[in-house]
């Protein structure tokens, strides 16, 4: 047993998995980075992992979510075919970047979502969000929808993290219900996106990939459990040191590397 690749993959799967589960982000963001710094695994190929650790670990939090009335499955499915539909252009996009240029992008995005909700916290309620125009609603997820999809297939890491912002900023979201659509969303993009990732890159490493499969499933479960009995204050602010550690610990790993 490579006792390397087992340690790597069960570390990422712990912060993505967290991730995941508090945030609502796509695995990638910390799945990719690791995969690529510590094994060397090709960027595409490292996404493709990441975003196959996806499914599973986002439709369990998307059900614990759920369970708890804080998902948004009418507005979100809208939002859902259309993230799906850009992701598979997103992919084949992926396909012709370098990859540094695939590395960097999931571990900013993720720093600076940290700082944003640490900073400014999301403290919008249900009945606030309840009041957005449904009208506006449609057209803001359609265009939100073509912008994360194609983000999603492009870099894996950004669609989380991009809904999460979307649907908190823009369609006003109050963040329990906005981290259980996004969860829900991302467990039918993130399969869109590995199946594509797949097909075009071809077969992944096996070993890491139910590795990280099985460490991201786990963690995800257990954060969603603790975020939907957190009140607002406190999960902005896990959502925020969680986002926002990973973010800088990665930056450390590749500088000193």
Request: net charge positive; aromatic share 8%; charged share 10%.
């Amino acid at each position: 047993m490579n006792w390397i690749k087992l340690i790597v993959c069960f570390v990422a799967g712990i912060g993505a998995g967290l991730g995941t589960g508090f945030a609502g982000m796509s695995a990638a963001a910390v799945i990719s980075p690791m995969l690529i710094t510590f094994l060397d695994i090709p960027a595409y190929e490292a996404v493709g992992i990441a975003l196959a650790s996806d499914v599973l670990a986002s439709a369990v939090s998307a059900t614990t979510y759920g369970k708890n009335k804080n998902l948004d499955i009418r507005n979100g499915i809208v939002m859902m075919i259309t993230v799906m539909l850009f992701t598979l252009v997103g992919s084949f996009a992926a396909s012709y970047l370098p990859n540094k240029t695939m590395g960097n992008f999931s571990v900013f995005m993720t720093l600076l979502l940290g700082i944003k909700f640490i900073v400014k916290p999301v403290m919008t309620t249900k009945e606030a969000m309840l009041g957005v125009s449904k009208k506006k609603r449609l057209i803001q997820s359609v265009i939100c929808g073509t912008v994360i999809g194609l983000i999603c297939g492009f870099v894996g890491a950004g669609g989380g993290m991009m809904m999460l912002l979307i649907l908190t900023s823009v369609l006003g979201y109050e963040l329990k219900t906005a981290v259980g659509t996004s969860v829900f969303i991302m467990s039918f993009t993130a399969l869109t996106g590995a199946l594509s990732h797949f097909a075009i890159g071809g077969r992944p490493d096996m070993f890491c990939l139910v590795c990280c499969v099985l460490s991201t499933l786990l963690w995800a479960q257990i954060a969603a459990k603790l975020a939907n009995k957190a009140s607002p204050k406190t999960l902005n602010r896990a959502t925020g040191v969680v986002l926002a550690v990973l973010g800088t610990g990665i930056i450390i790993v590749n500088a000193v590397k």
